[in-house]
């Protein structure tokens, strides 16, 4: 198993910058991928970004350029750096981890973020 708890979520202007965080926890070294996905208000949740193992990163479309994925192995941390924020960004945004080629089969409790115009 593995367990993972977001934090850093909270309220912003638009034209801001928010850091989220995920710890991981457990069965680390099962862990093939790890992202970020988000679920706003009476809509799907959808995918934001993810990174590999190997470092190879993939970003929802609306994000490129903005958004920022990265990974502290040391801290078994990934980290999600959101610049340039806009109302639409409001959501409550979930870590996710994958053990294998398959879609996420770990997820975290969630953070809001919200982003006020």
């Known amino acids: 198993q593995v367990q993972l708890e977001e934090s850093g979520g909270g309220l912003v202007q638009t034209g801001g910058s928010l850091r989220i965080s995920c710890a991981a926890s457990?069965?680390?070294?099962?862990?093939?991928?790890l992202g970020w996905y988000r679920q706003a208000p009476g809509k799907q949740r959808d995918m934001v970004a993810t990174?590999?193992?190997?470092?190879?990163?993939n970003y929802a479309n609306s994000v490129k350029g903005r958004f920022t994925i990265s990974r502290d192995n040391a801290k078994n941390t990934v980290y999600l750096q959101m610049n340039s924020l806009k109302p639409e960004n409001t959501a409550v945004y979930y870590c996710?981890?994958?053990?294998?080629?398959?879609?996420?089969?770990?997820w975290g409790q969630g953070t809001q973020v919200t982003v006020n115009t």
């Open positions: 996710c981890a994958r053990d294998g080629p398959w879609d996420c089969n770990y």
């Open positions: 990174i590999a193992q190997g470092g190879a990163t």
């Open positions: 457990g069965r680390i070294f099962s862990i093939t991928a």
